[in-house]
T-cell receptor
Framework: DAGVIQSPRHEVTEMGQEVTLRCKPISGHDYLFWYRQTMMRGLELLIYFNNNVPIDDSGMPEDRFSAKMPNASFSTLKIQPSEPRDSAVYFC?????????????FGQGTRLTVV | AQSVTQLDSHVSVSEGTPVLLRCNYSSSYSPSLFWYVQHPNKGLQLLLKYTSAATLVKGINGFEAEFKKSETSFHLTKPSAHMSDAAEYFCVVSGGNTGKLIFGQGTTLQVKP
């Protein structure tokens, strides 16, 4: 398996534009997580899915953020409209609850810069 | 509820000396615990994990951690630091029925020559 695949790796956009980040989890994993990492706030869990269903979106900062998982192999995180304070590295991770394989596998991240 | 506290935000050691990164956890359930490492501008890589088997867990690159339930700790150690160990380290707890992962704030390890 190629691991968790995120795209794009880098994104530079202007304030007010829509941004869509994409994630392909590891095949067979039934949990998918979206994290945001900044210097000020560290790693923050934004939302996670189980079997394509959003379980906890309490970390989503505001209504400008939305996430979907239309099927087991694809998820998106959308920011509309984007703001400079959204600049961060966004990580997607996937895991399975089948012990002992309960660790999360992370993608390489998307570095978002909003100017 | 689960939570994790990394007791040091920054640790500095000399190359060849031991490393100790401290982590305390809180969990209402029997937890799974992990240590991840993140090198600059890279993603997160799993170092080791505890999932209710042996309490002393060995990971990659010579790291190990010991689960101590009485102390609610899961400290990460390495006998001899290498320059390539300089990175950010995260202690993570997962537990209960949610599958949710809770990250500590991270510890930056600096290794001096």
């Amino acid at each position: 398996d190629a691991g968790v695949i995120q795209s794009p790796r880098h994104e530079v956009t202007e304030m007010g534009q829509e941004v869509t980040l994409r994630c392909k989890p590891i095949s067979g994993h039934d949990y998918l997580f979206w994290y945001r990492q900044t210097m000020m706030r560290g790693l923050e869990l934004l939302i996670y899915f189980n079997n394509n269903v959003p379980i906890d979106d309490s970390g989503m900062p505001e209504d400008r953020f939305s996430a979907k998982m239309p099927n087991a192999s694809f998820s998106t995180l959308k920011i509309q409209p984007s703001e400079p304070r959204d600049s961060a590295v966004y990580f997607c991770a996937s895991s399975t609850r089948q012990i002992p394989n309960t660790e999360a596998f992370f993608g390489q991240g998307t570095r978002l810069t909003v100017v | 509820a689960q939570s994790v506290t990394q007791l040091d935000s920054h640790v500095s050691v000399s190359e060849g000396t031991p490393v100790l990164l401290r982590c305390n956890y809180s969990s209402s359930y029997s937890p799974s615990l992990f240590w991840y490492v993140q090198h600059p501008n890279k993603g997160l890589q799993l170092l080791l994990k505890y999932t209710s088997a042996a309490t002393l867990v060995k990971g990659i690159n010579g790291f190990e951690a010991e689960f101590k339930k009485s102390e609610t700790s899961f400290h990460l150690t390495k006998p001899s630091a290498h320059m390539s160990d300089a990175a950010e380290y995260f202690c993570v707890v997962s537990g209960g029925n949610t599958g949710k992962l809770i990250f500590g704030q991270g510890t930056t390890l600096q290794v001096k020559p």
